[in-house]
């Protein structure tokens, strides 16, 4: 009966999931500071003629954002799911491992060394100084990370979740440093960077975040797969044929990968890899076969629809969509573990 339910409510949110989606895009190219019209954007989108900038308006700026949007909140749902199956914790995230802190410390690194070479290295693989700056911080976080984690006898999760959080307030203590001796304009950058936003999407970026993630939808079927075994312990996995600490140096650099990614197209966005998996989990259950394609699906909606909130809640001024993805999804996850509770009591 429960295996028949849980079956029911996989089919039921994939199809939920899907529509959302599709939903979520139409209207981030319809609402903005400028309302287009749903007909207009439709019009743009299949080629055919638009009143004024319409076509333009969608083609250049508001369908890259939308794209972006989808693939960071993909992204991030998706490296926070695996985090969460790889710890055997469902309150882990991609902080644990401490790439958001140290794509802090590159970016600000960059913003208040890197002012008088912004140019430089700006249109480089189409992302900016402080992007480059953020990627290769956390690549270089979650590295060291790894290397203390393991040893003769593998990888330790338990020193990899100790360690990120060591790392994490070593990052925070250098970020402030860095903000301690930065000026008026460089403070306003960092903290505008920390919360997260999606102004700056192109065709190069879309196409950086959406690779990363055809290659993590890619390997799901084996990691569904890997992940669930990996829920009985240790050595039952090894006892069942996966190679544990094979499987966890995929994880790691795929997570690595699309957290540092994500975090450098995009600025830092909280709450998306923590909350959404977790979500999707109470909904349908914990086979990660399932799991992780729908927390993907389910990130892509919250950063669209928050992306969505943050043009048009205060229009023409743009909100932080990380702000926003904290004010959609918070109120609505403790609604779900109060509900969650009361059923259990």
């Known amino acids: 009966m429960l295996a028949r339910t849980r079956q029911s409510r996989r089919r039921q949110g994939t199809i939920v999931l899907g529509g959302a989606l599709l939903v979520s895009v139409l209207l981030s190219l319809w609402l903005g500071s400028v309302n ?10 299949v080629g055919l003629e638009a009143p004024g900038h319409t076509a333009q308006i969608v083609q250049a700026i508001r369908l890259p954002r939308a794209l972006l949007a989808a693939s960071v909140g993909a992204l991030l749902a998706l490296c926070g799911a695996i985090l969460q199956g ?11 491992i401490g790439v958001t802190a140290g794509a802090s410390v590159g970016a600000s690194l960059m913003i208040v060394l890197g002012t008088g070479m912004s140019g430089v290295l700006t249109g480089v693989a189409g992302m900016s100084l402080v992007s480059l700056g953020a990627f290769l911080g956390g690549l270089l976080t979650v590295w060291l990370v790894y290397r203390v984690a393991t040893g003769i006898n593998g990888t330790s999760v338990a020193t990899m979740l100790l360690m990120g959080i060591a790392v994490s307030a070593l990052s925070a203590s250098a970020t402030g440093l860095l903000e301690y001796f930065a000026d008026n304009e460089m403070l306003r950058r960092i903290s505008l960077w920390r919360m997260g936003g999606l102004e700056g999407a192109n065709l190069t970026r879309v196409l950086l975040a959406g690779g990363i993630l055809a290659v993590a939808l890619l390997a799901l079927p084996s990691f569904g797969w890997a992940l669930n075994t990996l829920l009985l312990g240790e050595s039952q996995a090894r006892h069942l044929g996966v190679d544990v600490e094979r499987l966890k140096t995929r994880l790691i650099i795929l997570v690595a990968a699309g957290v540092g990614l994500s975090v450098a197209v995009a600025g830092s966005i ?26 993907a699906l389910g990130g892509a909606v919250l950063l669209l629809l928050a992306d969505v909130a943050a043009r048009t809640v205060m229009a023409p001024a743009e909100l932080p969509v990380g702000l926003v993805t904290a004010l959609l999804g918070a109120p609505f996850f403790i609604s779900l573990l109060r509900q969650r509770r009361f059923e259990g009591a």
Not at 90 to 96: E, G
Not at 270 to 295: K, T
């Open 36 to 45: 287009l019209g749903a007909v207009n954007v439709l019009k743009a989108l």
């Open 86 to 96: 790889l710890f055997r914790n469902p309150l882990a995230d991609p902080s644990l």
């Open 270 to 295: 909280a709450f998306v890899g923590l909350v959404v998996p977790h979500m999707i989990r109470l909904w349908v259950g914990p086979d990660h076969r399932y799991l992780l394609p729908l927390s």
